[in-house]
């Protein structure tokens, strides 16, 4: 199949399951709404654990599967695609300001459109609500399913489904020369343009503002709320419970081979190390500049949005060149690229915490005397979540496999790319074993540090 068929056929899944997903998000954000503090943050981490959850692992864990039955991998590709983009489309929604026009004055203009029999006049001015209305605030939200639906590669790879992200993989491997891929690359960028010209100005019109977002879910009924908890629910049981489950109890037995073999534990170690400090260079550095300003986050987030796969190839062109290659062989280009995709990613979660902090109990906090109580309040409202936000960003750059797999130097391999390569061979105790460890180990690491800080703030 051609790259502009694998672009048609990729661009319709994400159209499609886009369409599938809208109720879904819908619905959790309204249930969310109605929740308190305290059951909210944990529906919300919930919410977050499927798009925490490595695709890597998920591809290796449905690989044996869609093999054994390769007319249903486009369909469990599908499915999993779903799971990672709900959340996505829900914060978008939480994240987007107030819209200038709610269902009752849209309701108000549809009532007196049918006093005056709906002329021509005032159907464009429904349709104006309209657009004004619910459309400007599912824009966004659609705009980024979309994104990670085309943009997806670990689970397209391992399952051996159509994408145009592993046509790139499968010709870097196979030699093409720079200029060729270079030149293919325009395709993909083509046809996410629009879509991320979209996103780039609402990111435009809606950093900074004060306005939170809707809370039009305030008034939805006991049925949406419990709806939209089983959602996320199942969200987690497929995303995370499944693929864990998959992969199997003899990951036990491959950890006490591990146990066992000290040079593997060493190499192993060498490799979490390695893509870790990366990881917690390009993702502190993405959040530090998505801080710095409006103007930079947003026009530092256009060329994220394009994902790292073409980003990477873009970076080897550039570094390749006489100018830059001195520092071809060095973490240089692997920080910055992670950094720069990071950028949107950082700059939508400043978003959302923008529009659910409480300024009016973090001022309170700070004029509190006592200062035990004060470190605990402000450390809740306002600390804790910016820790979390940044862990969140270095997990994201600590799993992606693109950037690790072209822009890794002599010397550095990073884990990913070896699990990777393993992976497509077939499932085996010590490799889940390996895995496991692998994308474990920042978890328990970030997990523990969280715990030590929360504990000196109480």
């Given at each position: 199949?051609?790259?502009?068929?694998?672009?048609?056929?990729?661009?319709?899944?994400?159209?499609?399951?886009?369409?599938?997903?809208?109720?879904?998000?819908?619905v959790?954000?309204?249930?969310?709404?109605?929740?308190?503090?305290?059951?909210?943050?944990?529906?919300l981490?919930?919410?977050?654990a499927?798009?925490?959850?490595?695709?890597?692992?998920?591809?290796?864990?449905?690989?044996?599967?869609?093999?054994?039955?390769?007319?249903?991998?486009?369909?469990?590709?599908?499915?999993?695609?779903?799971?990672?983009m709900?959340?996505?489309?829900?914060?978008?929604?939480?994240?987007?300001?107030?819209?200038?026009?709610?269902?009752?004055?849209?309701?108000?203009?549809?009532?007196?459109n049918?006093?005056?029999?709906?002329?021509?006049?005032?159907?464009i001015?429904l349709?104006?609500?309209?657009?004004?209305?619910?459309?400007?605030?599912a824009?966004?939200?659609?705009?980024?399913?979309?994104?990670v639906?085309?943009?997806?590669?670990?689970?397209?790879?391992?399952?051996?489904?159509?994408?145009?992200?592993?046509?790139?993989?499968?010709?870097?491997?196979?030699?093409?020369e720079?200029?060729?891929?270079?030149?293919?690359?325009?395709?993909?960028?083509?046809?996410?343009?629009?879509?991320?010209?979209?996103?780039?100005?609402?990111?435009?019109?809606?950093?900074?503002?004060?306005?939170q977002?809707?809370?039009?879910?305030?008034g939805?009924?006991?049925?949406?709320?419990?709806?939209?908890i089983?959602?996320?629910?199942?969200?987690?049981?497929?995303?995370?419970?499944?693929?864990?489950?998959?992969?199997?109890?003899?990951?036990?037995?491959?950890?006490?081979?591990?146990?066992?073999?000290?040079?593997?534990?060493?190499?192993?170690?060498s490799?979490?190390v390695?893509?870790g400090?990366?990881?917690?260079c390009?993702?502190?550095?993405?959040?530090?500049?998505?801080?710095?300003?409006?103007?930079?986050a947003?026009?530092?987030?256009?060329?994220?949005?394009?994902?790292?796969?073409l980003?990477s190839?873009?970076?080897?062109?550039?570094?390749?060149?006489?100018?830059f290659?001195?520092?071809?062989?060095?973490?240089f280009?692997w920080?910055?690229?992670?950094?720069?995709?990071?950028?949107?990613?950082?700059?939508?979660?400043?978003l959302?915490?923008?529009?659910?902090?409480?300024?009016?109990?973090?001022?309170?906090?700070?004029?509190?005397?006592?200062?035990?109580?004060?470190?605990?309040?402000?450390?809740?409202?306002?600390d804790?979540?910016?820790?979390?936000?940044?862990?969140?960003?270095?997990y994201?750059?600590?799993c992606?496999?693109?950037?690790?797999?072209?822009?890794?130097?002599?010397?550095?391999?990073?884990?990913?790319?070896?699990?990777?390569n393993?992976?497509?061979?077939?499932?085996?105790?010590?490799?889940?074993?390996?895995?496991?460890?692998f994308?474990?180990?920042?978890?328990?690491?970030?997990?523990?540090l969280?715990?030590?800080?929360?504990?000196?703030r109480?």
């Amino acid at each position: 199949m051609s790259l502009a068929a694998m672009c048609w056929w990729t661009m319709v899944r994400s159209v499609v399951l886009c369409l599938l997903a809208w109720p879904v998000c819908l619905v959790i954000e309204r249930s969310l709404k109605r929740l308190s503090d305290s059951l909210q943050f944990q529906m919300l981490v919930c919410l977050l654990a499927p798009v925490c959850f490595p695709e890597l692992l998920v591809g290796y864990s449905l690989r044996d599967y869609a093999l054994a039955r390769p007319r249903w991998a486009e369909a469990l590709c599908s499915v999993f695609l779903l799971v990672r983009m709900i959340p996505v489309g829900t914060i978008a929604l939480l994240a987007a300001p107030r819209s200038s026009l709610d269902a009752a004055a849209i309701h108000c203009r549809w009532l007196l459109n049918q006093g005056r029999s709906g002329s021509w006049h005032q159907r464009i001015e429904l349709a104006r609500c309209y657009w004004h209305g619910p459309i400007m605030t599912a824009l966004p939200a659609l705009a980024l399913m979309s994104i990670v639906a085309f943009q997806e590669f670990e689970m397209a790879a391992l399952l051996q489904t159509i994408s145009w992200t592993d046509w790139f993989v499968a010709a870097q491997r196979l030699g093409l020369e720079q200029n060729e891929m270079l030149r293919k690359s325009l395709w993909p960028i083509l046809w996410q343009l629009p879509v991320l010209i979209g996103v780039m100005r609402w990111l435009q019109t809606s950093t900074g503002q004060t306005d939170q977002a809707s809370d039009d879910g305030a008034g939805a009924d006991r049925k949406t709320l419990w709806t939209g908890i089983f959602c996320v629910l199942l969200l987690v049981i497929l995303g995370c419970l499944i693929p864990i489950k998959l992969i199997g109890w003899r990951t036990i037995e491959g950890l006490s081979l591990l146990l066992r073999q000290h040079s593997q534990q060493w190499g192993l170690a060498s490799e979490i190390v390695t893509s870790g400090a990366v990881a917690v260079c390009a993702g502190m550095s993405a959040w530090t500049i998505s801080g710095l300003g409006k103007a930079i986050a947003v026009n530092g987030s256009f060329l994220g949005l394009f994902g790292s796969l073409l980003l990477s190839l873009g970076c080897v062109a550039v570094f390749q060149q006489s100018w830059f290659h001195w520092l071809y062989d060095t973490p240089f280009p692997w920080v910055l690229t992670l950094t720069i995709w990071l950028l949107p990613r950082a700059a939508i979660l400043r978003l959302w915490l923008h529009a659910l902090r409480n300024d009016e109990a973090a001022h309170v906090a700070q004029l509190v005397k006592r200062p035990g109580s004060q470190r605990q309040l402000l450390w809740r409202l306002r600390d804790q979540p910016r820790f979390l936000a940044a862990s969140l960003l270095c997990y994201w750059a600590y799993c992606d496999l693109p950037t690790a797999y072209m822009l890794a130097p002599t010397g550095m391999a990073s884990g990913l790319v070896r699990l990777y390569n393993f992976m497509h061979y077939g499932r085996s105790s010590a490799l889940s074993a390996e895995a496991c460890v692998f994308f474990g180990a920042p978890v328990v690491l970030v997990s523990l540090l969280f715990a030590s800080l929360r504990w000196w703030r109480d």
